[in-house]
């Protein structure tokens, strides 16, 4: 197993991130693309995949992330990225030499072949084939999905905000995953290399991701930023495609339960007080408690009293009401790492 060791530093510098990192989902879903587990999550999402991206394209990013063991830490930047195309960026922008080692291990792993031999010598021309075939596999597989992955992810940072907030970091850590386990000041990731990795003062981030499959992973290298990816709660309609322009008109959600209680119960994803949903959704008070008490008694959000005020968040039917209005149809890991 791995063991990851916390100084009281550490435990002080423990984030969960609010977002998805782009480039984590693309690695990871390549991982799930390469075999059959999850099929009733993913399946859809396969196909749809297999029949879209081009195999020249996918072949170039499948030496690059075998199912299995060791896939090149550059491909997911350590630094934090606000949207795909900085994370991407960064990624293209690694030194030759970082290149050139992560590489050299990936061929430990399985026999190099001419492209990742190409790729290692990190001239300009085979690392802009890289870039198009990150950008082309992402806008078929990553991007079309990109509002539910957010919805769940934003829900999943809710709920360990929650856990963090009432009952400490003790509680974040040893609530985080099945096969992880917190026995202070150790959190030890099973089904991973023997190994240990000291945080030292630099704390973790808690990376959620809805394409990392059955056990948490990480970066390779221990001088990289600390990141804990880890999977959130995986359910029937995790995925659903999304439109990139979805007028409001349009909407099916809002169809169905009005514009208002639509955009208040996407508010509620990420928690709100009465005040903070009314603010979110433009109304008044008296009107945001309404519609609070109605999402309420559908089931779709639940109310607890926060101090002074009350505090809403979005339960799990609430979640896949939000992640599905895109689209009536669902379109559908190995470790990151096994050092």
């Known amino acids: 197993m791995l063991r990851i060791h916390f100084t009281p530093r550490d435990l002080t510098r423990v984030t969960v991130a609010i977002t998805p990192a782009p480039l984590w989902e693309v690695l990871l879903s390549l991982h799930m693309l390469q075999h059959s587990e999850g099929r009733l999550i993913f399946e859809d999402w396969r196909r749809h995949v297999r029949t ?33 195309d900085t994370a991407l960026q960064q990624a293209l922008s690694t030194p030759r030499q970082q290149i050139r080692s992560q590489l050299d291990l990936l061929a430990q792993y399985r026999p190099a ?35 539910s992955i957010g919805t769940h992810v934003s829900a999943d940072h809710a709920h360990r905000g929650e856990a963090l907030a009432r009952h400490g970091v003790d509680r974040l850590l040893s609530s985080l995953h099945p096969r992880v386990r917190w026995v202070a000041p150790v959190l030890q990731v099973l089904d991973m290399n023997d190994r240990d990795l000291y945080l030292d003062g630099r704390g973790i981030e808690l990376q959620p991701s809805a394409f990392c499959w059955q056990v948490p992973t990480k970066l390779r290298d221990p001088d990289l930023k600390p990141i804990l990816v880890y999977p959130i709660q995986h359910a029937p309609g995790i995925l659903r495609q999304m439109p990139r322009e979805h007028p409001p008109s349009s909407d099916p959600l809002a169809s169905l339960l009005g514009s208002t209680r639509a955009a208040a119960l996407e508010a509620t994803v990420s928690g709100c007080t009465t005040t903070e949903l009314a603010k979110r959704c433009r109304i008044s008070p008296a009107a945001a408690s309404h519609q609070a008490t109605v999402l309420r008694e559908a089931g779709l959000i639940t109310t607890r009293r926060a101090g002074a005020s009350v505090r809403h968040e979005i339960t799990q039917l609430g979640i896949w009401l939000l992640s599905g209005h895109g689209s009536g149809k669902t379109r559908q890991v190995p470790t990151r790492s096994t050092a």
């Open 113 to 147: 072949s001419p492209w990742t031999r190409e790729l290692a010598q990190g001239g300009r021309t085979s690392m802009q084939k890289l870039g198009r075939a990150i950008r082309m596999y992402h806008d078929a597989a990553i991007a079309p999905y990109w509002k």
């Open 52 to 84: 879209t991206v081009a195999p020249d394209q996918m072949r170039l990013l499948l030496e690059l992330t075998p199912s299995k063991g060791y896939s090149p830490d550059f491909l997911t930047p350590a630094d934090p990225a606000p949207d795909f």
